[in-house]
């Protein structure tokens, strides 16, 4: 099946293209789908889109005209597809269900640390030849509390991470009312 890859940046394809060498049913394509660009799908039978794609009824109702019969989004979230046009148009749906919760909960932590540590501006201030430590002085996430809203996976991978830190956690989620 010969899929129309949208919103391609060079990593997509660096990744798509070993799953892509021997059947070559992948065309890549770097402008987003929307009304302006649904006439690139004409020849395919899929599109693959990610979150920047705009599939609202106009557009999905021109992509059904031209042949799509299925719509991968490199996405969990699916905002953008109007499901109501998809689904008058039999047009199936794929999509991620979900990432790497530890990969999401590990960034987090990672940004949290940035900011406890101060990274950011240390790395700046090397990269101008400046090592001073004035306004550096970071603080532990040891002992500290923290609050965490959500305990789904995502959550609860990033209460064992601060946990492994010493930090005390406090957490809420809607679902354990």
């Known amino acids: 099946m010969r899929i129309a890859v949208f919103s391609t940046k060079s990593y997509d394809r660096d990744y798509l293209d ?6 070559n049913e992948l065309v890549y394509f770097e402008a987003p ?10 020849g395919y039978k899929g599109v693959c889109v990610f979150v920047n794609d705009k599939l609202d009824e106009a557009t999905i109702n021109a992509i059904a005209r031209n042949g ?9 979230g699916f905002n953008n597809v109007n499901l109501t046009a998809a ?3 039999n047009i199936a749906i794929l999509r991620v269900p979900a990432y790497s919760p530890y990969a999401v909960a590990e960034h987090a932590v990672a940004l949290m640390l940035t900011l406890a540590r101060k990274t950011h501006k240390a790395y700046n201030r090397v990269r101008e030849n400046n090592f001073s430590l004035e306004r550096l002085t970071g603080f532990n996430i040891h002992g500290k509390t923290v609050g965490v ?3 789904g996976k995502i959550g609860m991978a990033f209460c064992k991470i601060l946990l ?5 956690v406090i957490a809420y989620d809607v679902e354990s009312l």
């Not at 070993?18 to 059947?23: C, G, L, M, S």
């Open 33 to 42: 789908l929307n009304i302006d660009t649904s006439n690139l799908t004409q």
């Open 164 to 168: 492994g830190f010493g930090a005390k």
């Open 68 to 76: 799509v019969k299925l719509i991968v989004l490199r996405c969990a």
């Open 149 to 151: 809203v959500g305990t």
């Open 18 to 23: 070993r799953f892509n060498a021997d059947a």
């Open 87 to 89: 689904k008058q148009n």
